[in-house]
């Protein structure tokens, strides 16, 4: 098997998995999880298996200096975005969600244009007129609340402000380093949140029984450990492009996952919505050098 296919074969499980986190976010929420007790497992989970990870292949820790810009890329992006995330879960389709999330290429190309004073060309311009009447339909054909789009909305802002600002501040760093030092500094902000609320009367609530865990347990290994390391193993076999590109199989996903295991449907709207989405998405991948495949996914 050549490397290219290997490293085919490794962004599209890393994309699985991250289009999985839906689904066992939901499970997860359905057995009594609260969000701040989801996050707070999740990050320290992953922190730790991460840390581990570290340490055994001897990769290098970053210097303060380095680490600094990065932490806070977690206590307040990383974080941030995954609370917009499953907090949308609650008030709108798995599937709609996953779909808004996906708005975060064109917001980045935004973002670089104004703080990067990257140009947009006509095929960019194009590409972002095509992935705004893309979410119009998706919206319009959707079943959500109001806050829980304006959360999937927002957790795709969060998303494209990470990946510009991490674009910037992780040039040069270990990728795996960055991913481990993201997750550490989400564990300890997500728990200095569950003390706060525990401290003050609104104590988290973790899962009930064994499936809640299980799905907790997903959610920290498979849909974050295993996908990032999945993500960055084929990233450096398959280069930035394609790998952006076959990262678009991420909404399809939790699309797929979410029809098959928590009934859920898309009217022909919205899949004609989902489908320009998506198309846009490849276009700019295609038309450009990428930034979300520079820094660590979420």
Known sequence: MSERMVGALLVALSSAAFGSMAIFGVWAQDDGTSTPALIFVRFTAAALILVAFMRVRGIAVPSVR??????????????????????????????????????????????????????????????LTLALAGTFLVVGGGTGKPLGIALGIGAAVIYSIYITVGSVVTRGLDAIAVSTVVCVAAAFVSGVIVAVLAATGRAASF????????????????????????????LRLLGPTSTSVLSTLEPVVTVGLATWLLSESLSTVQAIGAALVLAAVVWLALSQRPAPSEVPPV
């Open 207 to 234: 899962p009930e029984s064994a499936t809640g865990w299980s799905s907790l347990a997903a959610i920290a290994l498979v849909c974050t450990v295993m996908a990032i390391l999945a993500f960055f193993a084929g």
């Open 66 to 127: 380095d680490c600094l810009p990065v932490a806070a890329m977690g206590g307040i992006g990383y974080v941030g975005q995954a609370y917009c995330y499953f907090l949308a879960l609650e008030h709108a389709q798995a599937s709609l969600v996953a779909l808004l999330l996906y708005l975060f290429p064109a917001f980045v190309a935004i973002l670089a244009a104004v703080f990067l004073h990257e140009r947009i060309g006509l095929v960019t311009a194009l590409a």
